[in-house]
């Protein structure tokens, strides 16, 4: 069964840049799919933030965000990563990562359970 | 973007109730590409539906989805316990995915 979970500090400083991972377990990150991450602001709604294939060769970000962000993905290590730069009190939310089940965007399943992170001094 | 406005924001059932849940979108979703979704306290969103209509792995048939274009339906036939939570729909049919703001089901 594949299952996907994040990791990495859960409290960054204002105007420095997020850095998350996601490892894959139970498959392999080279199957051919895409692979996502979403955030959710404590009490709020959820937000897609982007997908990147398998291979790295293809990315989609939310326009949003897309001047901030960066997916990156190791398939030696079987994970992808996400890096947000010039964070503020704003970008405090949960992060999670999923497959999208078609292309860059698709229904996503699974989720990983998520991780929180805090911007704050 | 697509907008997606959810409603009602709260709805107050009985356990055993039918739950009628709207999600509808600013502009017409591509070929029904829209997904729900359930979320409990402290978990992940569980997928419940995609494709407008067609089920996940492993969830329930009293969950149902139905619509097209703009507007599109979740029904709870007959409310568990543990159906109680927040859910959400999103469009994937153009970029950016988003989702709704969420309804949330709570015990009357």
């Known amino acids: 069964q594949l299952q996907l979970q994040e990791s990495g500090p859960g409290l960054v400083k204002p105007s420095e840049t997020l850095s998350l991972s996601c490892t894959v377990s139970?498959?392999?990150?080279?199957?051919?799919?895409?692979w996502g991450w979403i955030r959710q602001p404590p009490g709020k709604g959820l937000e897609w933030i982007g997908s990147?294939?398998?291979?790295?060769?293809?990315?989609s970000y939310n326009p949003s965000l897309k001047s901030r962000v960066t997916i990156s993905v190791d398939p030696s290590k079987n994970h992808f990563s996400l890096k947000l730069s010039s964070v503020t009190a704003a970008d405090t939310a949960i992060y999670y990562c999923?497959?999208?089940?078609?292309?860059?965007?698709?229904?996503?399943?699974?989720w990983g359970q998520g991780t929180l992170v805090t911007v704050s001094s | 973007e697509i907008v997606l406005t959810q409603s009602p924001g709260t709805l107050s059932l009985s356990p055993g109730e039918r739950a009628t849940l709207s999600c509808r979108a600013s502009?017409?979703?591509?070929?029904?590409?829209l997904a729900w979704y359930q979320q409990k306290p402290g978990q992940a969103p569980r997928l419940l539906i995609y494709?407008?209509?067609s089920r996940a792995a492993g969830i329930p048939d009293r969950f149902s989805g139905s619509g097209s274009g703009t507007d599109f339906t979740l029904t709870i036939s007959r409310l568990e316990p543990e159906d109680f939570a927040v859910y959400y729909c999103q469009q994937y049919g153009s970029s950016p995915a988003t989702f709704g703001p969420g309804t949330k089901v709570d015990i009357k």
């Open positions: 139970g498959g392999s990150i080279s199957s051919g799919y895409y």
């Open positions: 990147i294939f398998y291979s790295g060769t293809t990315t």
């Open positions: 502009q017409s979703v591509t070929s029904t590409y």
């Open positions: 999923a497959r999208p089940a078609a292309g860059t965007l698709g229904w996503f399943d699974p």
């Open positions: 494709g407008a209509f």
